[in-house]
C-alpha cells in the first residue's frame, strides 16, 4: 500500500512559479515509478509529467522546458518545478504511483493522492 500526499498548489500569476510535492510513504518508494497528472474543469486527467524508478523522465509535450520532474528517494518525496506557468496550466495536479507504469494512460497508475489545485491567472 502506498499513501501520497501533495502540497504546494495554489494562486500564482501568468510567469510564474511553483513547485508541487509529493510526500510518499513505504519502504518500496524507490522501486516505482511515479507521476504528476492533472484534470482541468471539464477535462480529462492527463500525464504532465512520469519519472521510472531508475530516474528516467517523460513529459507533455505543453509543459517540456517550463514543468521539471525529480524525486529524492531519501526523503520519499517526487517535486514537480514548474515554471513560466500559463493560464492553461490551471488544473488539480494528482500524484500517483506504479511500480510498472509507463506510457501516459492514468489507468496504469494504481495509487493516486487527493490533488493539489493550481490555479494561474492573468
Not at 40 to 53: H, Y
Not at 77 to 92: F, G, H, I, R, W
Not at 94 to 102: H, L, T
Request: glycine content about 14%; some cysteine.
Amino acid at each position: 500500500q502506498v499513501q501520497l500526499v501533495e502540497s504546494g498548489g495554489g494562486l500564482v500569476q501568468v510567469g510564474g512559479s511553483l513547485r508541487l510535492s509529493c510526500a510518499a510513504s513505504g519502504r518500496t518508494f524507490t522501486s516505482y515509478a511515479m507521476g504528476w497528472f492533472r484534470q482541468a474543469p471539464g477535462k480529462e486527467r492527463e500525464l504532465v509529467a512520469a519519472i521510472t524508478s531508475g530516474g528516467s523522465t517523460n513529459y507533455a509535450d505543453s509543459v517540456k522546458g517550463r514543468f521539471t520532474i525529480s524525486r529524492d528517494n531519501a526523503k520519499i518525496t517526487v517535486y514537480l518545478q514548474m515554471n513560466s506557468l500559463k493560464p492553461e496550466d490551471t488544473a488539480v495536479y494528482y500524484c500517483a504511483a506504479d511500480r510498472n507504469f509507463s506510457g501516459t494512460n492514468p489507468g496504469g497508475m494504481r495509487y493516486w493522492g487527493k490533488g493539489t489545485l493550481v490555479t494561474v491567472s492573468s
